[in-house]
């Protein structure tokens, strides 16, 4: 029973990730999408998920559990880039669109 729930882990782990990757592209292709995304949020799940790879790692001392679980920490740290990403590059062209019209106003 042990090996059977460990090889349906694994699976269910990989099918995980693969549902990460729709949401990916989409923030990929559409920057404004990138905005939505909540920094803090995702940094707390992130932060849970290397408390799990620690327990996987020192604790169940599993491969199978530590890689799983660092592949869904890897997913994560890409969605909280593109929000991170989101939200300096919405800073960086208001306040160039604002440079911008601040110069024209005055000529």
């Known amino acids: 029973m042990e090996q059977v ?3 349906l882990y694994g699976i269910s782990g990989v099918a995980a990730l693969g549902c990460y990757l729709p949401q990916l592209l ?17 940094s707390g799940w992130i932060a849970a998920t290397l408390v799990t790879l620690l327990y996987a790692v020192f604790v169940e001392k599993s491969s199978l559990f530590a890689s799983v679980t660092a592949l869904n920490a890897a997913a994560q740290s890409m969605v909280l880039a593109y929000g991170v990403k989101g939200r300096c590059s919405g800073n960086a062209s208001a306040s160039a669109s604002a440079s911008f019209h601040a110069g024209h106003d005055n000529a």
Do not use: F, N, T
């Open 5 to 7: 729930l460990s090889m």
């Open 26 to 42: 989409r923030y990929h292709r559409d920057p404004h999408a990138r905005k939505s995304i909540s920094v803090v949020s995702w």
